[in-house]
């Protein structure tokens, strides 16, 4: 969330970075509500100080024996609490209104976050690797993995609905194993693992940015009673979209010492999005599925070091394409393509021959203090500052594993129609090197 006294003195530049961003704005409205809220306190502190004034004001008239005025006096105190109930109702209305339109509003874009329109507009900032080349036509993956057994689009239907897919036998290991080397890579890196829960509350949501904004775009719960119905809506819980939401939320409403700082945290979860909008997009395989496997890296750090953090964060996913020997290239994302939490982001895009062309497979991204803002999140520095700081946030996939998988059956298939297993994972296959036909 912005801070409110940063968007009442920049409000021009507010309004082109959302214009840049694509956000609905309305800065009338926003300055209308903060000259209200003012105008609030400003009565609240009226209110309150004559009614200070005036209590201290009857004991002394009540001695000089100035009963009339000690009763005037007692009667416009009670008034006065009834104005100071009136206003500061008046008061949260307003806190209330303005909350929420900040809460939509999406973060500054960095000053080095280039301005354009949309994915089109993305510059390449380096590659890694030579897309792969075959003396044979080669199958996407969504073809060969139902040929060699390993995944099953079908039975994903009709087990859940489309969007949900079945792996089995060396499919379902290959996954696993994919999270274990994953995680094996980050922790070596210095990252601290954690195993959390596959739900969140709207608390936990709003706390990143999921909530209110993209509410459409989550999967809810309903929470019932013993007959099967409730209408306890603080109850509901949502599956989460990303291990971002819970690791980032772990020191919610928390005061952190300097010297506790960096935090470098990673998780696999089981990620769930509905997909709202995608209609027609990467339909098919592995790229947009409803439930999907991630391992996602987060850090918590001073602001200064933020963006140094970033790069080194972009170096830790392109580590683990490094060791697959994937190619792929960095891009950095445009003003009109970036996340809503964002401030700058890099996407790692996985060269996938289907497509002929890059596909996203990480999204690394430095959130400043806006995540924050929103959860409570502080530390202290005294040697450096009085009181507290909002600390910055970032996080990245590290990386989405069906989309390794289905990089990895394209780019390592042999013209026997098997697909050979990248040397870094055979450990993790307990030795099996090719996937062949079950």
């Not at 909008?277 to 200064?304: N, W, Y």
């Not at 400043?368 to 009085?386: H, I, S, V």
């Not at 507290?388 to 390794?404: F, I, K, P, Q, Y």
Request: charged content about 30%.
């Amino acid at each position: 969330m912005l801070d409110i006294k940063f968007v009442r003195e920049n409000q021009d530049a507010v309004a082109d970075a959302m214009r840049n961003r694509h956000a609905d704005w309305d800065g009338a409205l926003f300055a209308k509500l903060d000259g209200d809220r003012r105008e609030a306190i400003q009565k609240e502190e009226a209110l309150q100080a004559e009614r200070n004034s005036l209590s201290k004001q009857i004991g002394g008239l009540m001695k000089e024996g100035k009963r009339d005025e000690a009763e005037a006096a007692k009667a416009r105190v009670a008034e006065i609490k009834t104005d100071l109930e009136g206003a500061a109702a008046s008061r949260e209305r307003i806190d209330e209104e303005l909350r929420d339109l900040l809460l939509h509003t999406p973060n500054m874009p960095s000053d080095t976050t280039p301005v354009g329109d949309d994915e089109n507009d993305n510059p390449e900032v380096r590659r890694w690797g030579t897309p792969t080349e075959f003396d044979f036509e080669p199958k996407a993956h969504w073809d060969l993995g139902p040929e060699l057994g390993i995944i099953d689009f079908e039975r994903g239907v009709k087990l859940a609905a489309s969007r949900f897919i079945v792996l089995g036998g060396l499919g379902a290991r290959l996954e696993r194993a994919i999270i274990g080397f994953m995680l094996d890579q980050h922790t070596s890196r210095g990252y601290k693992e954690w195993w959390l829960p596959a739900m969140a509350n709207a608390r936990t949501m709003t706390g990143t940015g999921q909530l209110p904004k993209f509410e459409n775009d989550m999967f809810k719960t309903f929470a019932t009673d013993m007959e099967g119905t409730s209408d306890k809506e603080g109850d509901n819980l949502y599956l989460i979209p990303t291990a971002e939401v819970q690791l980032t939320n772990l020191h919610a409403g928390e005061t952190l010492a300097v010297d506790e700082l960096p935090k470098h945290y990673c998780a696999f979860t089981p990620c769930f999005r509905e997909e709202a909008g995608s209609a027609g997009r990467d339909t098919r395989g592995l790229i947009r599925v409803h439930q999907f496997d991630k391992v996602e890296m987060v850090k918590v750090c001073e602001p200064e070091k933020s963006y140094e953090e970033l790069e080194a964060m972009v170096a830790d996913a392109e580590n683990i394409l490094q060791k697959l020997e994937l190619p792929y290239r960095v891009i950095t994302l445009c003003t009109g393509d970036m996340g809503f939490s964002a401030a700058k982001t890099y996407d790692l895009e996985v060269w996938l021959p289907c497509y002929n062309d890059y596909k996203e497979i990480s999204s690394c991204s430095n959130c400043t203090d806006f995540q924050a803002r929103r959860m409570g999140l502080r530390y202290k520095d005294p040697e450096n500052f009085k009181g507290t700081r909002l600390a910055h946030t970032l996080n990245g996939s590290g990386l989405a594993v069906g989309r390794t998988m289905a990089a990895i059956i394209e780019n390592y298939p042999q013209a026997d129609g098997s697909v050979r297993v990248p040397d870094a994972l055979v450990p993790y296959m307990g030795g099996v090197k090719v996937i062949e036909a079950e």
